[in-house]
């Protein structure tokens, strides 16, 4: 039996329970249909057939599941934070005991391709564990003493927060989230992705089977501007993490004004990378196409706009159309296919839309632009070359594995070109020239910048984007600072003079 075969045959007995059952929501320590009993469908992008049922709430759903936040807030806030270390280092054992039902099962919903799944059910473990290591240090602060006030600051949990998560990487998104507002001692209400729900619900079993306490972590699934939309409008819920479109953070910013809500979004890129002609070439190609065409392309951080300088630039586009044409476009349970299909219909349409766009706006398909086959979403990795960035396809989120290549002359005309889009999430920057490298990226308007290096995770670091790219940061203490409040306590250290108002 091929190893593809052996995928799928193990994906199915997975996909049992959900076949029985639906996804349902986990409201209080309960799986629950839906209060008003309604389902949505979800179906694969591989061959467009029904997966299963999903539970789809609304506010009534938000309601309960807040409440049980609420009721639960207390208890786990006030758990000693080596306790609460232990079970998050539990859920991490969870998760590495069920990776491969996590990624056969993450693969088959999304269309994202094995090789890369597997390794993201297992970085959703070392989120839990991070966190849980610094669940004991989040409330420490400092002592800031004046001459008659010993000030003592400290951090306390917010209360429950609510959690929305996108579709292109969902369960490793959901724990990047969600194990810091753990660790700090909030209680969640989680909104996975409508075209992707199955993962979240294996998330929520593990961390119940780990010994969380009913109503810490509760799920919701619905549809965005049902359940989103309420949840983001609950007196209940103190603060919303959002990962997701542009747009939509603006829309919950409005949603979220009359109960004052605190958010953090991360939300979209047109990210550059940048190669000059003094640059390690061969690696600047392979990260460029890495960038891009790994998960689809569907991915925040990707390298969408590829900057050459224009005395390599015929060599390295040549290189590249090489290198995508041989890209392995397949069934996402092939331990050898790079690019799966794309998530759903309406976001394969949007993609291929930009087929006919860039032609009209002048560039040329220089590699893909078509479908694979007539069943699933499936597209050939595409590059786009004789761009300029005015044109749609230099300046809009495609989310597909779709390159964009546009040629400068001079550092400030790269610069500027890459500085000229509404977002503002990373920067890739080739350049063996040290003050150059240093240079260019203080002025780089971009929340994160690799020099010489692919996008590589380093949990302890700063994660978010400027511009339309995000409010606020994740990692290390930054997630900590948002699902916390500071709070100042001073105490007299003597008797000092208080002002006597009416008095003699
Ligand atoms: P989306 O904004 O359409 O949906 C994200 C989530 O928001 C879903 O759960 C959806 O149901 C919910 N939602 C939709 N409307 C809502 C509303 N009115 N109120 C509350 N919730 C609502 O995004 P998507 O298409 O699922 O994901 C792709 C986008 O996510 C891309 O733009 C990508 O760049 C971005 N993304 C950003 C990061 C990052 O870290 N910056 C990471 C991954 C994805």
């Not at 758990?79 to 539990?90: D, G, P, Q, S």
Request: glycine residues 10%.
């Amino acid at each position: 039996m091929s190893e593809l075969d052996a995928n799928i045959q193990k994906l199915s007995s997975y996909l049992e329970r959900f076949r029985a059952t639906g996804v349902l929501n986990q409201i209080g320590g309960e799986a629950r249909p839906a209060l008003s009993g309604e389902t949505f469908q979800t179906h694969s992008p591989v061959d467009e057939t029904l997966i299963c049922d999903v539970a789809k709430g609304g506010a009534a759903d938000i309601d309960a599941a807040a409440k049980a936040a609420r009721e639960a807030f207390p208890a786990w806030r006030d758990l000693a934070a080596t306790e609460r270390k232990k079970i998050l280092h539990r859920i991490a054992d969870g998760i590495v005991e069920r990776a491969e039902e996590i990624a056969l099962c993450e693969c088959w919903d999304t269309g994202q391709a094995l090789r890369f799944m597997s390794k993201a059910a297992l970085r959703g473990a070392e989120n839990f564990r991070f966190f849980a290591d610094r669940a004991p240090s989040a409330r420490d602060g400092q002592s800031l003493p004046s001459a008659t006030l010993m000030n003592v600051t400290t951090r306390v949990p917010i209360g429950p927060v609510g959690v929305i998560t996108p579709w292109n990487t969902p369960f490793m998104l959901s724990t990047w989230k969600i194990a810091p507002a753990l660790a700090a001692g909030c209680t969640v209400v989680h909104k996975p992705a409508e075209f992707s729900p199955l993962t979240a619900r294996i998330l929520a079993e593990i961390a119940e089977e780990a010994g969380l306490p009913k109503g810490v972590w509760n799920l919701v699934n619905g549809l965005g501007e049902d359940a989103g939309k309420a949840m983001t409008e609950h007196p209940d819920i103190k603060a919303i993490a959002f990962v997701g479109e542009s747009r939509t953070g603006s829309m919950i910013m409005k949603q979220g004004a009359d109960t004052l809500k605190r958010v953090h979004f991360e939300l979209g890129g047109k990210n550059p990378v940048i190669v000059f002609d003094d640059a390690d070439l061969d690696r600047a190609l392979d990260a460029a196409i890495f960038m891009i065409y790994s998960l689809n392309g569907e991915r925040c951080t990707s390298s969408s706009r590829l900057l050459v300088q224009d005395t390599i630039a015929d060599e390295f586009e040549a290189r590249l159309v090489e290198r995508v044409n041989a890209i392995r476009v397949g069934h996402p349970l092939d331990p050898g296919t790079e690019i799966g299909p794309l998530i759903h219909k309406t976001h394969f349409d949007k993609v291929t839309s930009y087929f006919g766009i860039a032609l009209e706006d002048g560039a040329t398909i220089a590699a893909g632009g078509t479908r694979v086959g007539s069943e699933g979403y499936f597209v050939r990795p595409t590059l786009f070359t004789g761009a300029s960035n005015q044109m749609n396809i230099a300046q809009e989120e495609i989310f597909g594995p779709v390159l964009t290549s546009i040629r400068f002359k001079t550092e400030d005309e790269a610069l500027r070109v890459a500085n000229d889009v509404d977002y503002g999430l990373t920067g890739y920057v080739w350049t063996n020239d040290l003050t150059r490298a240093m240079r260019f990226t203080d002025r780089l308007e971009a929340g994160m910048i690799w020099v010489n290096s692919e996008n590589v995770r380093h949990l302890p670091t700063p994660f978010g984007g400027v511009k339309a790219s995000g409010i606020g940061r994740d990692g290390g203490d930054w997630s900590f600072e948002f699902y916390m409040e500071q709070k100042n306590i001073a105490f007299a250290t003597g008797q000092h003079a208080i002002p006597r108002l009416g008095a003699l």
